[in-house]
């Protein structure tokens, strides 16, 4: 048994997909997506997206780390175990800075990391796409459009008329085989 | 306000019509016209083949070197740190100088692929995953050092904010617990930006995989990466912003290492231009090391298309600029210990270049100061060879530029009873050469297995990524 996933195109070119998924977005589509090498520029207003939320997750992290550092330091050397140490303070915002700072970054970096797998939805091993017989190409040198049958404008004539009349070489259906 | 007019206000627009300016002609960062599909092959190719008879020779060297720090340690573990010629008044010795050198090697990856990066040098590029695998392991290298030094090697775990059995905390006063967050948070930020450039690379060799194995190790590796152009915005950004966290981190680790000198009041280390000193040696050490690694993969792999004469020529001048700002540094040490009036201080300078430790000294100087100055010359920089010669002159000066800072300063401080004269053992000599193996065995592994250069970011900068389909990018 297997069911629609949605249907493919391919392009042979960065500019072949780039006025292509313009034209898909002007007809009104929504549930798409484009299968690049490498990341076009440009392709993201084309596509009518707007900036990644990644951005979010770093400063959360940043911010986290920068205040465990500071917690960190205030617990060990000020509440917990007092020690005086060359006549410097328990706890100041001043000298453990560096601890601070490396906290900042680290929790930052881990947060962008974990931020951009989030909003990828990542790790997921299995994934329709990965049913075309030709989707390494598109890690390769080739482009792919491809529109899901679960947006609203979807219609198997009539997007698969859009994709050939955009230039799209073999369009075809996508096959999500399930148990 | 004033009504003079300047002479730009009375130039004639008309003029710029008849001037010619010269054409800007962008050297094309892939030569040869190569197409998106070449470089997929070219890279992938490199992993997917079978092993080159010449890789299993240079590893099995270099596990045979590397095993000289295996034995090292295990002699240092079991018989005490004293294997190790450090003693009064030199108690940091080749530990702390092999310590600075690893991790200054680290710096240049990290300048690659994330100062350059923001800087918009598309450049960096084909070099980009190189130089992050070698701050990878080049760290790694530097942290067995300060791990044994501490003696007993299992209770290291005491520098990390963890509860123990004492219901001692670490010192947060000290340099040297700076020094572990830095140096921990480098390393750990460092494989996380290598590991996501990485991902998109790794889903195009699972792709393209036909063994089980190879389906399961890049696929497990790769995250279900699936080129979606969702995937890249975020992706994008996430590189971005890591190269934008990078950039203050791997100025901020070699600060906190020249902090480990600097915080002390010993003369010769007690000064202010430690830390932007030990940045500019830092990226200059790195890049000589990148020049050692890079220069011969090129030719095994036959990779004269993607990483071109232009890159050697840049990697050249930064060597330069670098080698020079850290030539600056050394007569500024010199000049302030003058000014400063301070007579222990100038004692100190006078005795490095003139003292016990003269002849270190000297080789520091030639090879750091005079050697990458031949990179003023295009006839040197074309002359792949040499500078693979200079590059390792560079790295022999930088680990003396350590060893020079370190001993002069111990052997001769305040107290003339206290003098001494350091010298390593064979325990130490081994060790140390043996982390050239060790740091051999990871690139090797690495070369082998991994992607040698971001296909993803190489295909950018190529004339095939403008949507616009303009033939000069």
Known sequence: MDIKYGISATFNSAKDIYEAAGEVRKAGYTNWECFTPMPIHGLDAQ?????????????AGGITGFFTGMLIVWYMNEFDYPLIVGGKPYFSPIYPFPVFYELTILFA????????????????HNHPVFEHPNFGRTGDDKFMVVIEVDDPKFDEQETTELLRGLGGKSVSVIREPIE | ?????????????????KIKPAPWI?????????????????ICGIVERKTPVWWWWCFILALCIASFTGMGLVYLVSTGVGVWGNSNPVNWGWAIVNFVFWIGIGHAGTLISAVLCLLKQKWRTSINRASEAMTVFAVLCAGIFPLFHVGRVWFAWWLFPIPNSNAIWPQFRSPLEWDVFAVSTYATVSILFWYMGMIPDLAVIRDRAKETWRKYFYG?????????NNHWRNFEMAYLLLAGLSTPLVLSVHTIVSFDFAVANLP????????????AGAIFSGFGMVLTLLLPLRSLFGLHDLITQGHIDNICKITLAT???????????????????????????????????????????SCNVISPQLFWFKKIRDNTPLVWIISIFVNIGMWFERFVIANTTL???????????????????????????????????????????????????????DPHGSKNH
């Open chain 2, 220 to 228: 497990v590796l790769s995250m279900g990466w699936r080129n979606a």
């Open chain 2, 323 to 365: 080698g020079t700002m850290v030539g600056y540094a050394y007569s500024m040490e010199f000049f302030i210990a003058w000014y400063g009036a301070n007579s222990y201080e100038s004692f100190a300078f006078i005795n490095r270049a003139f003292g016990n430790y003269w002849w270190a000294y000297w080789i520091m100087v």
């Open chain 1, 109 to 124: 970096a881990f947060g962008t990391l974990f931020g951009m797998f989030f909003l990828n939805r990542l790790p997921r």
């Open chain 2, 26 to 42: 962008d050297k094309p960062l892939v030569e040869n016209k190569r197409n998106l599909h070449w470089v997929t092959e070219k």
């Open chain 1, 47 to 59: 596509m009518g997206l707007g900036r990644s939320k990644v951005p979010c997750f770093t400063l």
């Open chain 2, 1 to 17: 306000m004033s009504t003079v007019k300047t002479a730009s206000d009375q130039a004639d627009p008309a003029i710029l019509g």
């Open chain 2, 411 to 465: 052997s001769r401080d305040f107290l003339p009873s206290s003098w001494g004269y350091y010298s390593p053992t064979i325990v130490d000599i081994f060790t140390f050469a043996g982390t050239f193996g060790f740091f051999s065995v990871l690139f090797l592994l690495f070369i082998r297995f991994l992607p040698l250069m971001p296909m993803a970011e190489v295909k950018m900068v190529m004339p095939q990524a």
């Open chain 2, 268 to 279: 010769g280390w007690h000064t202010t231009i430690f830390p932007p000193y030990f940045v």
